[in-house]
Nanobody, 118 residues
Framework: QVQLVESGGGLVQAGGSLRLSCAASGLIFSRYIMTWFRQCPGKEREFVATINWSGGSSSYADSVNGRFTISRDNTKNTAYLQMNSLKPEDTAVYYC???????????WGQGSQVTVSS
């Protein structure tokens, strides 16, 4: 079965950095668009960043543009989210999502907690 496993979350001070990883199994990774979302307590899940199948195209939410970088390694079936200059408002559970280039359906990871202290 398909599994997405996030790792790399934790507690960091404002201005610090973290790198999240999303390891995929049970699917042909290069056929999937990878996206990071986040959810704060009491709020809806929101888009953070997305990257196409090859890694040649990406886009970001305005709130993280210039601070976060999404990437992928198709040889390792893994997507990454490098987060720099972290702010307390970046505190959330971060989820990775895999959506096929063609067809319907998507898969979600279990989430990784990121906490930024001021």
């Amino acid at each position: 079965q398909v599994q997405l496993v996030e790792s790399g979350g934790g507690l960091v001070q404002a201005g610090g950095s973290l790198r999240l990883s999303c390891a995929a199994s049970g699917l042909i990774f290069s056929r999937y668009i990878m996206t990071w979302f986040r959810q704060c307590p009491g709020k809806e899940r929101e888009f953070v960043a997305t990257i196409n199948w090859s890694g040649g195209s990406s886009s970001y939410a305005d709130s993280v543009n210039g601070r976060f970088t999404i990437s992928r390694d198709n040889t390792k079936n893994t997507a990454y989210l490098q987060m720099n200059s972290l702010k307390p408002e970046d505190t959330a559970v971060y989820y990775c999502n895999a959506r096929p280039r063609v067809g319907v359906g998507a898969y979600w990871g279990q989430g990784s907690q990121v906490t930024v202290s001021s």
